[in-house]
């Protein structure tokens, strides 16, 4: 097995759930102030099933991620200027 392999099968599924936890959190956050809604679960389902897709190919989604992250920041200090 590569050194690649061994790295990524040890620390994706910590990935997967900080990812899980991240947007559960971030979902309970941005909704604690607003009525329960009857299907409310199926969103949280379907934020922690981003979370759990982006976390499996993190190899490939975290530099999207960082690049579109520094991306915004540029745009908004051209825009402030």
Not at 2 to 13: H, M
Not at 21 to 48: A, C, E, M, R
Not at 53 to 67: A, K, M, R
């Amino acid at each position: 097995m590569s050194r690649f392999a061994k790295f990524y099968a040890k620390y994706t599924p910590f990935v997967v759930l900080g990812g899980c936890v991240s947007y559960t959190g971030s979902f309970i956050h941005n909704n604690k102030d607003k009525p329960y809604k009857k299907y409310q679960w199926l969103q949280l389902l379907d934020s922690n099933m981003e979370a759990c897709t982006l976390g499996i190919f993190w190899p490939i989604s975290f530099p999207i991620i960082i690049f579109g992250a520094v991306g915004d920041v540029v745009i908004d200090k051209v825009k402030h200027d």
